[in-house]
């Protein structure tokens, strides 16, 4: 048996190689595919892979960086980009954007404002309502951080030709349509094996 541990880079491989997650064919049929072609379909899978490994460093390096957790660095986020574009935050708006309940939003921007990261203001055209913002501190250091790192994707995508990029938006647009779970492909709570 072959060490998967040696070599990280063929540990990363084997785990995204369709022969080694689907040995028998019960997943994915190869019936008229040239195994160079399941060969060079692995390698693709491998590299979504390897960003899916970069952004979750990524994401590890500015939760610990933030003191954060990754529902707040999506309200800062969220914040950040509402105040670009002059958009007011409203506690309704950031609870639909993170898809959590008021009560879950309340807790949530008590914790941030507390924490010295985000400003609740009157909204200024509904009494009831609040505004709220991100404060220019944690604006600098999320930009000039995490910011920063996710901008270089700019820098690849910049890299491709238009109609390069075309064809990656095509196949990530397909790939995001082919795993989106829908209520017939995914089995209930009372299906799921016993602990």
Excluded at 6 to 13: P, T, V
Excluded at 23 to 42: C, K, Y
Excluded at 117 to 136: E, G, M, Q, Y
Excluded at 147 to 175: C, N, S, W, Y
Aim: hydrophobic letters at 40%; zero cysteines; proline letters at 5%.
């Amino acid at each position: 048996m072959q060490d998967m541990f040696a070599d990280g880079a063929q540990e990363r491989a084997n785990v995204y190689d369709l022969d080694s997650n689907d040995p028998e064919g019960r997943l994915v049929s190869r019936a008229g595919v040239d195994p160079a072609q399941v060969q060079h379909i692995g390698m693709l899978m491998g590299a979504l892979g390897r960003l899916r490994d970069a952004e979750q460093e990524l994401s590890d390096a500015s939760l610990k960086y933030m003191r954060l957790n990754e529902t707040d660095m999506r309200a800062l986020h969220f914040l950040i980009v509402a105040g670009n574009r002059g958009d007011l935050a409203t506690p309704g708006t950031i609870a639909s954007h993170l898809k959590i309940s008021s009560a879950s939003t309340t807790k949530l921007l008590d914790r941030l404002e507390r924490a010295g990261h985000i400003v609740r203001r009157p909204h200024p055209t509904d009494r009831r309502a609040l505004a709220i913002s991100i404060t220019p501190e944690t604006h600098e250091a999320a930009m000039n951080t995490v910011g920063k790192q996710h901008a270089k994707r700019f820098h690849a995508a910049a890299r491709l030709t238009p109609a390069e990029r075309e064809v990656v938006i095509r196949f990530l647009d397909d790939m995001a349509s082919e795993i989106r779970i829908g209520s017939d492909d995914w089995p209930s709570q009372d299906e799921a094996p016993a602990r």
